[in-house]
């Protein structure tokens, strides 16, 4: 075991120990409940202990005594007290130690770790036992969360769970099956859920149609984010986009024609955190993620040009600097 992996394995060990009453916070998307559900299992911890925080919720959430899973400050929670923040999104893997907002202790990792999964694989894997199809299943949602997906079983794999991002009893079941490892179990849900994938591949060619250009410097599109095949279609779309496209893609969510989210794209030049930086001097407008992808929130009632036009000029201000 690394240096690096001992002491980030020690804070984890440490922290329940002084703060046995815990709870891990992570991101919903599949690299946060993998994650989640691989340290449970690793502390020793079932289930209950988890929750993924709806992006609606973060704002108002306040957490102390926790394990956060990609849910750093800049997201809008509040810190109160001691947590652990576990993120690889604005810069090398780490783990961090907080008190209240202060950063008290930082691990840095091995930057070719591409998600926090395989982070925790790497600094717990003397306490997990992961057999050759866990093995291939957690390098498929590496290669998922880092936007590179090259693998069959990573391209079924992302399908099968856009198909159902939106639902918390599915999440529930993942973290179980992944919890308990049961890998064959987990592989036979991506089965069945690929037979709906057809009515997926419909809406991506209808978005497609809709794809408008602003300025030459950015594509965008839009969909309803209450509709979870469009949501799928989305995230499918964009990265169509990026192949085709050298500049900026963008695609914003729409709840009753306003704008709710968004998430920005670019394989070009362009560092995304300075786009990141401009939007979050509007105020409640939410953005992160890492340079080349990222997602951004948008806590007031804006209309859809108001919010393109601020996307805009905080592209344009980040390409001047």
């Not at 060990?13 to 599949?30: K, N, V, W």
């Not at 948008?298 to 040009?305: A, S, V, W």
Request: with cysteine.
């Amino acid at each position: 075991m690394s240096i690096e992996c001992e002491e980030g394995r020690k804070i984890l060990f440490q922290f329940i120990e002084d703060h046995p009453e815990y709870t891990i916070f992570s991101d919903p998307d599949l690299d946060g409940i993998f994650a989640a559900s691989l340290i449970a299992r690793a502390l020793g911890s079932d289930i209950l202990r988890i929750q993924y925080p709806k992006p609606s919720e973060i704002d108002s959430l306040k957490v102390t005594k926790s394990i956060l899973i990609e849910l750093p400050l800049s997201k809008g929670l509040t810190y109160v007290g001691r947590n652990v923040l576990i993120d690889h999104h604005y810069s090398a893997p780490f783990i961090a130690l907080y008190n209240g907002s202060d950063k008290t202790r930082e691990v840095l990792f091995n930057s070719g770790l591409r998600s926090v999964s395989k982070l925790m694989f790497e600094v717990l894997r003397e306490t997990l036992e992961i057999d050759e199809n866990g093995f291939r299943i957690l390098e498929a949602i590496d290669q998922i969360d880092s936007g590179k997906i090259e693998s069959e079983l990573a391209d079924k794999i992302n399908k099968a769970f856009l198909l159902n991002s939106m639902r918390e009893d599915v999440k529930k079941e993942l973290t179980l099956t992944i919890h308990r490892m049961d890998w064959n179990r987990f592989l036979e849900w991506v089965e069945k859920e690929l037979s709906k994938w057809k009515i997926v591949e419909d809406k991506v060619e209808k978005l497609n149609g809709a794809v408008k250009r602003i300025d030459g410097s950015i594509v965008y599109f839009t969909y309803n984010v209450s509709d979870q095949l469009e949501a799928a279609a989305r995230r499918m779309l964009m990265f169509k986009l990026e192949e085709d496209y050298e500049g900026v893609v963008l695609s914003i969510g729409l709840r009753k024609g306003k704008p709710v989210s968004a998430t920005i794209a670019t394989r070009g030049g362009l560092d995304l955190n300075k786009v990141y930086l401009e939007l979050r001097k509007n105020e409640g407008v939410r953005a992160g993620g890492r340079k080349n992808v990222g997602g951004i929130q948008f806590k007031l009632d804006i209309g859809l040009e108001e919010a393109l036009t601020m996307i805009q000029k905080a592209v344009e201000q980040s390409l001047r600097n």
